[in-house]
């Protein structure tokens, strides 16, 4: 993400958000609609301290994993937090830089069998580690520590942190550039660097080996596979001008692609350079300009059941100015971009749960859940 999460003042919203009626000014603002009829977000929780993430295994309905900046990973069950964190490394997790912190959880496939999972924080070093765990069912195993994955970070933003397991069953991990402005290393046009770089991990093997499965990403925040579908959508913040949502098809997820970060930002070229001709060249599916926010949050396709007017579109966000939008992909192109009718400043991250109901994270510590 973009500066310190807190560096943005939110409006304090409780319950239901009222209807909010937006002006245009995105590059793609000729395909935007009215927001999609009926949508409304219900408050679950609140209270968090800075919570970045959520997610929850496929085979633990009623629950809610909520992951927090400064070192927890808590428990929503039933609508009600859980007292007793799932997981607590705060002694581990360095966060005195504005984009530092735990910054994800992701659950292995066979999670209700074998009981792992994984995170990706910072350390006391502000250097990215990607560790395993197992737990009892109930909490982490401390003891049961296995780290798979360590990068060492030059500056304190652009961590990326983002850990989905794809649809082949590997971990793929989400890493930004290395940070500072305008990517002074070029890390991420760069194949010898895992900097600015979606990875791949074999996690069932004893010593996973990282594989680059793209590259010419700035800061990949928040990436997901559409659960029914399989494409792969990344939000990946820009520089100074543009926000970008990328698309990747399943027959296509897995092969090299270069997603053109700092050879462009968005669609604009950014550096005169000739890009890495590693991978094929993925332009953005849709982008919008800074003069509706700062910083992309990616979210997800909705696949529950609660909203069925939402069904197959894929939300997303920005941190700063709280806009959440909606579109979906036809053809490999953005049809139907809608603007929602609700807006959450501190938009930190979106959520699914076991039943691929659509949630919402703020970093003042509030969760809400899409509804009709």
Known sequence: MRAAFGGVAAAVFIGVLPLVVFGCGSEDSSAQRSATPGLKLRLVVSGLAQPLHLTAPRS??????????????????????????????????????GEQGLLSVAFHPGYAQNHRFYVDYTDNRGDTRV?????????????SRRELLFVDQPFSNHNGGQLTFAPNGRLWVGMGDGGGGGDPFN???????????????????DRPRPRVVALGLRNPW?????RRTRDLYVGDVGQSAYEEVDYVPRR??????????????????YEPKRRNRAGRLVRPVTVYSHALG???????????????????????????SGIVWSLRVVGGRARQLRREPFRLP???????DARGELYLVTLNGRIYRLVR
């Open 131 to 143: 560790v395993e765990y197992r737990s009892n069912g109930t909490r982490a195993l401390p003891d």
């Open 252 to 269: 296509l997820v897995g092969r090299l692609a270069n997603y053109g970060w700092d050879v462009f930002e968005g669609r604009a070229p």
């Open 346 to 352: 501190l938009l930190s991250s979106f959520g699914e």
């Open 222 to 226: 928040r990436f997901s596979f559409d």
């Open 294 to 320: 700062c910083s992309v949050t990616g979210g997800f396709v909705y696949r529950g059941s609660a909203v069925p007017a939402a069904r197959g579109r894929y939300f997303y966000g920005d941190y700063c």
């Open 60 to 97: 633990e309905r009623g629950r809610l994993y909520v992951v927090e900046k400064d070192g927890r990973i808590l428990v929503v069950q039933n609508g009600r937090l859980r007292g007793e964190p799932f997981l607590d490394i705060r002694s581990l997790v360095g966060s005195a830089g």
């Open 187 to 205: 890390n991420a046009q760069n194949m010898e660097s895992r900097l600015g770089k979606l990875l791949e991990l074999n996690v069932n093997a």
